[in-house]
């Protein structure tokens, strides 16, 4: 039983050493206010028996007396009922804070493959939706525990002086009705646990319905009525579940708390029969009356604090276990080696599997990417040109063999001087809602109050001409989410600010550049290119195309076919080798003639 009842309430002490370290001298205030809330109510009753007393004896001076006694202690009651809001409403907004800042301060410790695993994601997506409210409900839910068992101790004593079995009859009335809640308080949390992949659906419907990006396609597509009809269908689901289980937990906590009832009124009775054979005088029946039902109140507070502690502590295991989750270790590093290569890029028998995949994405690829060199890769959809990429990039690590940067394996690099010395912009790049300059700067963090550097990166990737068309230059910011005034820019305009961010790791000696210019006319893309290859002089670039015009002016070409290399070779050689790249050459080719 005790290794149980720790394992329900593990989180407990964790949680509130959480609290008391983001608000060490509010968490005091909130204990003192407890205290008080705990021990006045057991004045007011006294308080309220002596003035019985006082009017059947005719003593009006001491019934005055102990009416402003009564009137003092209500008042420090309120004062500190009030006061303990406020701690606690104010300790929860700090909370809330912190707890998102822990989310987020793990989430960028986090390896790609965590947000690529559904089942870590929906860990985090679990540990957000409770993140503002349950550490500060296991504060209050222990505070409030502590305060009702100090309260249910002081009319505990009272009690006892009248009978011990009437004590003993009140607490096992209200175990069954606490019972059941800490049942249902774990079928809750269960539920609420395997539908995660639910909710992020429907939460994703929602996204898609209400926001900016996905208007276009849902009015001209005619998605509205179809997604909406997904959305009400699956959350009428999410509903039906959660009814039945709330009707379900009103019916048991009803009929339950009949039996606790049934205990007082008999304990009532048995009291008010006394007083009527003048065996209990007025003072004591009002006293004990108070003490008897208080007391109940208490003890079923204590138990129903305990059920909802249960559940909160389930919904904190899953923040802990979010913020627990190993981001990049020492673990996945092979034994140092400490041979002898030439500087560059290596790539030894490289292989690589996602996470819970069994297929391999990438398998026996050797290659060496010497210093100074450009290289192009090349392939079909799914043929290992991305994943080659996050491997380079150490967003992920190799299943096996291993990677080398000028001897050196990717994994014991420092991170922070390994992307320093990276300059990347995938297809797929980020359109942040900032200002054009904070766009760009954001490709070198140190350096985005650099205006000088952010001038040349923008000249670099082409995007001048864009930035003088725009009203406030620079400061204009983009995309309207957050302000009106805000200018919405076009794919290929977008394109431009992005390569213009990887110009802004001026010490970068490898660009990597993951189909820049998709978005981009043929036009424009000849004149980034032709300003790319006099800005990477004396640079590693790595680039990823499907446009032969591109590919051809590489120095080295690299076809990938089912995660492995199958042709390399300059443009000419390839073209008299007469495989796939000469193949998918022609086609492309004939396409423009």
């Keep these: 039983m005790a290794p149980r009842l720790r394992n329900d309430f593990a989180e407990v002490p964790r949680t509130l050493a959480l609290v008391a370290r983001t608000s060490p001298r509010g968490t005091v205030m909130l204990g003192l206010t407890t205290l008080a809330c705990a021990v006045l109510p057991i004045a007011v009753a006294y308080a309220g028996k002596r003035i019985v007393d006082a009017v059947v004896d005719s003593n009006v001076d001491a019934a005055v007396r102990w009416v402003v006694v009564e009137l003092l202690v209500v008042a420090l009651l309120a004062l500190a009922t009030r006061g303990g809001g406020l701690l606690r409403s104010l300790i929860g907004s700090r909370l809330s804070v912190r707890v998102n800042t822990l989310i987020l301060e793990k989430a960028v410790t986090l390896d790609l493959a965590h947000f690529e695993d559904p089942e870590f994601y929906d860990r985090m997506t679990r540990a957000r939706r409770e993140a503002s409210s349950r550490p500060i409900a296991v504060v209050t839910e222990t505070f409030q525990l502590l305060q009702n068992a100090l309260t ?68 001209l597509f005619e998605l509205g009525p179809l997604l909406l009809g997904r959305y009400e269908s699956l959350g009428e689901k999410l509903f039906d579940e959660d009814k039945r289980l709330a009707v379900r937990r009103a019916a048991w906590a009803y009929v339950l708390s009949l039996l606790a009832s049934g205990a007082f009124y008999a304990c009532y009775g048995y009291l008010a029969l006394l007083a009527a054979r003048g065996e209990l005088t007025l003072g004591n029946l009002t ?108 967003l992920y690590a190799p299943t096996e063999g291993r990677i080398l940067l000028d001897g050196r394996d990717l994994r014991d690099w420092d991170e922070h001087v390994l992307h320093r010395r990276i300059g990347v912009v995938f297809q797929d790049f980020n359109r942040y809602q900032l200002p054009l300059s904070e766009n760009v700067g954001v490709g070198s963090v140190p350096d985005m109050d650099d ?127 007469d495989g796939r790249y000469a193949t998918w050459f022609r086609l492309q080719a004939a396409g423009y003639a």
Excluded: C
């Design 152 to 219: 249910l101790a002081g009319y505990v004593a009272l009690i006892v002086h009248f009978s011990g079995w009437a004590v003993i009859g009140l607490v096992l009335a209200a175990l069954p009705a606490t019972l059941a809640e800490l049942r249902f308080s774990g079928e809750a949390f269960r539920l609420r646990n395997w539908r995660a992949p639910e909710t992020r659906r429907l939460n994703y419907l929602e996204h898609v319905l209400a926001t900016e990006s996905h208007a276009k396609e849902v009015s």
């Design 287 to 394: 006293l004990y009356v108070v003490a008897f039902r208080q007391g109940q109140l208490a003890f079923q507070s204590v138990l129903t604090a305990l059920g909802s502690m249960y559940e909160h502590n389930l919904y904190m295991s899953n923040l802990f276990a979010y913020l627990d989750a190993e981001p990049r270790t020492q673990a996945e590093v092979g034994a140092a080696r400490t041979d002898v290569h030439a500087p560059g890029i290596t790539f030894e028998d490289v292989g690589f599997r996602y996470p819970g995949r069994e297929v391999w994405a990438m398998r026996h690829v050797s290659i060496t990417i010497p210093p100074g060199q450009s290289l192009a890769l090349v392939g079909q959809n799914g043929s290992g040109k991305t994943t080659f990429i996050k491997l380079l990039t150490r």
């Design 451 to 577: 205006q000088d550097r952010i001038a040349r990166a923008i000249e670099r990737g082409g995007a001048t001409d864009l930035v003088a068309g725009l009203p406030q230059g620079v400061a204009t910011p983009l995309g309207r989410q957050f302000k009106q005034e805000g200018v919405e820019l076009s794919g290929g305009q977008w394109q431009k600010i992005a390569l213009a961010r990887a110009f802004m790791r001026e010490q970068a000696d490898i660009l990597v550049l993951d189909e820049p210019t998709a978005a981009l006319d043929a036009e424009a893309e000849q004149a980034v290119f032709e300003r790319f290859r006099q800005l990477a002089e004396g640079r590693t670039t790595i680039l990823v195309s499907h446009r032969f015009p591109t590919v051809r002016t590489a120095e080295r070409i690299v076809v990938l076919a089912d995660g492995t290399i199958v042709e390399s070779g300059d443009h000419a050689s390839l073209l008299a080798l």
